[in-house]
């Protein structure tokens, strides 16, 4: 048989890997220590008290108080263990050494520390995540932070505001501000709606029959009969009577109900709407009944601290189960004929006798509970709640079956042994056949076929078994056949309304539960981490809409969507991106932001609302989007624009707009193509060098020569008539045309009109310059 540690000390700065997979423990201390005891609060302030016998080992308590506070792992209820931050110190009266700790997250939120947050619009879940991740702590990197595990369950929107502040305070404002409870478990942190098992009584208690002893309070005051509904505005409902009781008090109640006035009301995210008044009193009118129903109003306050008797016999091979803080336990008080639905307000759990002891039940508002500290527990409980009867109804049934079974008939052959209804076996029509094949029965003769049989090599068929838990020998394997609830070797396992695929480590990897499908991943380095969820989600103000969301969560840092290449190689093809993530962790991508790597077909228009970036190889991206000045398009490149078409598969320039202009040649806009402006005039315009429809400016004249190719005989040998040129001070200047300019050239010949002798006085790259004997006529 595998022994199990129960109790385990550890450096107080362990981390959730260490503890979960027991790495550098400091001690093992089950054999030395004479009580342990944990306290569970429905505040979820958990505390835990152990005492060591100073005779057993004195080097192990050395070695202890060597540390002025350490971890203690507990193996608590359901095999579940339990973390505590405790500090230790001699106890003279019964020559022990005492440690005495709080549950260890209450320990990590008190050490992280909130400079400034304004979270807005989030839920509770959310908002626990944005606060934690708000600390100092987490944004250094503090492995505590990060094995803080938060989660809630209340899709109420809230905001909040925290500054210079602990995140173990703020959390009981967050318990007020979502009206909800705090349950602490292992490493998470949860705001829930209510803790425990509430929806229906786990148990039921009837006082002076199991109820043994009892100190009660109990508040007769403040008995609500009437509830008078009041929304905003002096908007009234009718009051809503108790049902239950035939007086009491009177109360207004205030709800957060308002009636839309105008379609383009902008509406207050505090109230919820409604389209007229009758719909609006209506609502109230529900939510005034719901206080007897859901809250009790109407019911006198009373808080137990009692000792029971067991709530029922089982064998001890049926599977256990254990009372939770926040379940609901019904008091039964005959004697008033009245039944009063309590919930698990506190209880000691012995981890030496695995006894639940002193239990606290109450049906006052958990908020307003003064929840018992260590040293308040004075009562012991003779025996823990076990399971409930139904297996001993199902045994019952059967037995009253069997019991009524007298007056068949008993036959022995020579090799088996029939009982039957009839005294002949070809007559029988039920009939239960033993041999050495096994045990069968049949209602449809000795022939069978027989819908029931044990077979000597194990086999167990039938058409029902009724049964409370099928378990398997080694305990791993069990099947609730009441609630449903299963476990297979802890593989995969429902077990209250969470449906879990764990790791060959036991740690959760897959779960499903109201809260949606969580995905988690495991590491040797970091244990088991939730990555990413897959929750159903809706807006606060209209439920009708609804919708799936997929998300990071925990130490998620990215989601990846993609596919499996024939190879089994799996292709990245978009990558979602929440926060910036360091280069040196390997992920391709540091900014935050989505990433798509493959090709993207869209069949329709694309809505970009504030523009589109377009990565560069330089200091800035390219930019297009919206002028809000003035409505313009901004088309913005980092060193300049190119705009062209492609020739086949060449990309073709037709206007190049630079940054800075090519070397040489000082212009910042080039141009490879014919302009035609439809017969508009372009303004403030200096020309050099360029060819406007066949003419060409004479820039020292001034004067514009209109040019003709007259013919071209090979690609070296060029004729071209300038017309209507003038000279200034008998120079004429003409310009090469533009496709040809920055070639290598001669003149080789000038057929003149107009003027007498000349000479080429100058040959430039752009333009070449005549000088004459006189000025042209």
């Excluded at 004195?58 to 070695?63: D, P, R, T």
């Excluded at 308002?258 to 209506?282: G, H, L, P, Q, W």
Aim: proline share 2%; aromatic share 10%.
């Amino acid at each position: 048989m595998i022994q199990i540690d129960r109790l385990i000390i550890f450096n107080k700065n362990a981390s959730k890997n260490d503890l979960i997979n027991n790495i550098n423990p400091i001690a093992t201390i089950d054999n030395i220590t004479t009580n342990a005891i944990i306290n569970y609060s429905i505040n979820s302030k958990h505390i835990i008290t152990v005492n060591i016998d100073q005779c057993f080992d004195e080097e192990i308590i050395n070695e202890i108080s060597k540390y002025d506070k350490v971890i203690i792992k507990a193996l608590s209820l359901e095999n579940n263990y339990e973390y505590f931050m405790c500090s230790g110190s001699n106890n003279d009266i019964d020559n022990s050494y005492e440690l005495i700790g709080l549950q260890l997250t209450i320990e990590w939120m008190s050490n992280m520390f909130i400079i400034d947050a304004k979270p807005r619009g989030l839920n509770s879940n959310l908002m626990l995540k944005h606060l934690r991740e708000a600390t100092e702590e987490y944004k250094q990197g503090k492995q505590f932070a990060r094995d803080l595990d938060v989660t809630g369950d209340i899709d109420t929107i809230k905001n909040c505001n925290v500054w210079h502040d602990n995140f173990n305070n703020v959390l009981s404002d967050l318990q007020e501000l979502y009206g909800s409870e705090v349950r602490r478990k292992g490493f998470e942190v949860a705001l829930l709606y209510k803790t425990g098992r509430y929806e229906n009584p786990v148990y039921e208690v009837n006082y002076a029959e199991n109820l043994l002893s009892c100190n009660i309070e109990r508040d007769f005051n403040n008995i609500v009969y009437g509830i008078l509904p009041k929304g905003y505005n002096d908007l009234y409902g009718d009051i809503q009577y108790s049902e239950k009781i035939t007086a009491g008090i009177t109360i207004e109640k205030e709800y957060n109900i308002r009636v839309r006035e105008t379609d383009t009301e902008k509406e207050d995210e505090n109230y919820v709407y409604f389209n007229s008044k009758d719909e609006a009193i209506a609502e109230l009118n529900r939510l005034a009944k719901a206080e007897f129903e859901l809250n009790k109003v109407d019911e006198f306050k009373v808080t137990y601290d009692i000792n029971y008797l067991d709530l029922c016999t089982v064998d001890d091979n049926v599977e256990k189960t254990y009372l939770q803080v926040g379940d609901l336990v019904r008091t039964n008080i005959p004697k008033l004929a009245l039944s009063v639905d309590t919930r698990v307000i506190s209880f000691n759990y012995n981890l030496l006798t695995e006894e639940i002891e002193d239990v606290t039940l109450s049906n006052a508002d958990i908020g307003s509970l003064k929840v018992p500290t260590l040293n308040s527990v004075s009562k012991e409980l003779e025996n823990k709640p076990s399971l409930e009867e139904t297996v001993s109804t199902a045994k019952q049934e059967v037995s009253d079956f069997i019991n009524s079974g007298f007056g068949g008939n008993i036959k022995v052959y020579n090799n088996e042994i029939y009982a039957m209804d009839s005294p002949e076996k070809e007559n029988a029509v039920k009939c239960l056949r033993l041999n050495m094949n096994g045990l069968a029965g049949s209602t449809s003769g000795w022939k069978g076929p027989y819908n029931v049989a044990i077979t000597v090599d194990g086999q167990i068929i039938a058409d029902r078994i009724t049964s409370g838990i099928l378990k398997s020998l080694n305990d791993k394997t069990w099947i609730n056949m009441e609630d449903g609830s299963f476990n297979f070797a802890d593989a995969l396992k429902l077990v209250d309304g969470k449906l879990v695929f764990s790791h060959t480590n036991g740690s959760e990897g897959i779960t499903i539960d109201k809260g949606g499908l969580k995905v988690t991943t495991y590491s040797k380095t970091n244990g088991m981490e939730e990555v990413a969820k897959l929750i159903a989600t809706s807006f606060a103000k209209d439920r009708n809409q609804n919708g799936l969301s997929i998300c990071t969560t925990g130490y998620g840092d990215y989601i990846q969507i993609g596919y499996e290449r024939e190879n089994g190689a799996i292709r990245a093809a978009m990558f979602f991106v929440p926060v910036g993530v360091p280069g040196e962790a390997g992920l391709p991508y540091t900014d935050a932001g989505i990433y798509i790597e493959d090709k993207t077909f869209v069949e329709n228009l694309i809505n970009f609302k504030y523009g589109l970036y377009l990565k560069s190889n330089g200091t800035k991206d390219h930019v297009i989007y919206n002028d809000s000045s003035n409505n313009y398009l901004n088309i913005f490149g980092d060193n300049g624009i190119n705009l062209g078409f492609f020739n086949g598969d060449t990309p073709t320039n037709r206007l190049i707009l630079h940054e800075a202009p090519p070397s040489g040649t000082g212009d910042l806009i080039e141009s490879y193509g014919n302009w035609n402006f439809k017969g508009y005039t372009l303004h403030n315009l200096t020309l050099a060098n360029y060819k406007l429809a066949n003419t060409y400016a004479n820039l020292e004249t001034k004067s514009i020569a209109e040019v003709s190719a007259l013919e071209t005989n090979s690609t070296d040998n060029i004729r071209y008539v300038y017309k209507d040129i003038t000279s200034k001070d008998n120079r004429i200047v003409l310009n090469i045309p533009s496709e040809y300019q920055g070639r290598d050239y001669d003149v080789v010949g000038v057929a003149k009109l107009g003027f007498g002798d000349y000479r080429i006085s100058s040959k430039e790259e752009n333009r070449f310059i005549i000088e004459t004997d006189r000025e042209m006529d």
